[in-house]
Nanobody, 121 residues
Framework: QVQLVESGGGLVQPGGSLRLSCAAS????????MGWYRQAPEKQRELVAT???????NYADSVKGRFTISSDNAKNTVYLQMTSLKPEDTAVYYCNANIKMEVYYSARNYWGQGTQVTVSS
């Protein structure tokens, strides 16, 4: 009943920029938190950035100062503006959302299918 759809990935040169978007749809009472994770080949999935319903943000040390996470609560959408991209940023980027579907139900995590970001010269 909840779906996350990412967009905005692609191929970019080192130092370039990309903007990722993720829209949540379906039965949603409240989104507690949305964020981005990434996973490079043969590596563990890692946190990139998160943003709470109230707008508090958290970033991995490796992306601080380069990436900016933001959200449009009215549209149930989260964005990741990526600048000064490095080859080590290459990964599949996954949208994640902690969503409460109804007022009396517990919240749970949902994942998008991922979007590929490749940084290469």
């Amino acid at each position: 009943q909840v779906q996350l759809v990412e967009s905005g990935g692609g191929l970019v040169q080192p130092g370039g920029s990309l903007r990722l978007s993720c829209a949540a749809s379906g039965t949603i009472f409240r989104i507690n938190l949305m964020g981005w994770y990434r996973q490079a080949p043969e590596k563990q999935r890692e946190l990139v950035a998160t943003i709470t319903n109230g707008g508090s943000t958290n970033y991995a040390d490796s992306v601080k100062g380069r990436f900016t996470i933001s959200s449009d609560n009215a549209k149930n959408t989260v964005y990741l503006q990526m600048t000064s991209l490095k080859p080590e940023d290459t990964a599949v980027y996954y949208c994640n959302a902690n969503i409460k579907m109804e007022v009396y139900y517990s919240a749970r995590n949902y994942w998008g299918q991922g979007t590929q970001v490749t940084v290469s010269s």
